[in-house]
């Protein structure tokens, strides 16, 4: 069994869609919850606080118990029902500037884990 | 049992103490681990990263498995090796102004959840 990986990731929301963010997660659609799950990732939590620049931010920790998270990105990627969803959601966010190639949500450095 | 309740929290981090804070958490004190398991907090996660505003924050996550928080963390609290801990911890960190009464951390709004 591959051990399982801690993430975590940032991203800015749209003052004026953060209700709409919010009211779209209050029900994810089974097929992207089902998707999440195919693709090895458990325990998904996304938090939200404005920060003191003013503008709030998503906070998202999940855990990856699979072995290639790379390729397992690539299928969530390419499912069309997830496509479709992240329609509505991308234009609630706004990415960091400096986030990594290839990266919508920025990637956090872990500091400390305990079990 | 009482059900996991699952927090995520956000502070800052004073820009010239970063390497110190991380340097800290490369080995945390046995007394400090001991007593957030004794405290009922588990899958205890901190990660970092520079924001937008050009200053770098601090997000945790962790699961509460008891049926008290505000016990538990009054336990913490009173505990003398964790106040000790802290005197290293806190002279590091920007807290939010914008926190509630009796923070240190600031609580962030869980806006989604998937096992």
């Known amino acids: 069994?591959?051990?399982r990986q801690r993430y975590g990731k940032v991203i800015g929301v749209r003052e004026e869609k953060i209700e709409e963010y919010l009211e779209l997660h209050?029900?994810?659609w089974p097929e992207v919850e089902s998707m999440i799950k195919q693709c090895n990732?458990?325990?998904f939590n996304i938090f939200i606080r404005k920060l003191p620049d003013?503008?709030?931010?998503?906070f998202m920790y999940f855990e990856y118990t699979?072995?290639?998270?790379?390729?397992?990105?690539?299928?969530?990627v390419a499912d069309p029902k997830t496509q479709e969803w992240w329609t509505h959601c991308e234009p609630c966010q706004k990415p960091l500037?400096?986030?990594?190639?290839?990266?919508w949500w920025a990637n956090m450095e872990p500091a400390y884990f305990l079990a």
């Open 1 to 3: 069994m591959a051990e």
């Open 66 to 76: 699979g072995d290639d998270i790379a390729a397992d990105e690539a299928k969530m």
């Open 26 to 28: 209050r029900e994810v």
């Open 41 to 43: 990732m458990e325990n």
């Open 54 to 58: 003013g503008n709030h931010y998503l």
């Open 97 to 103: 500037e400096d986030r990594a190639d290839g990266e």
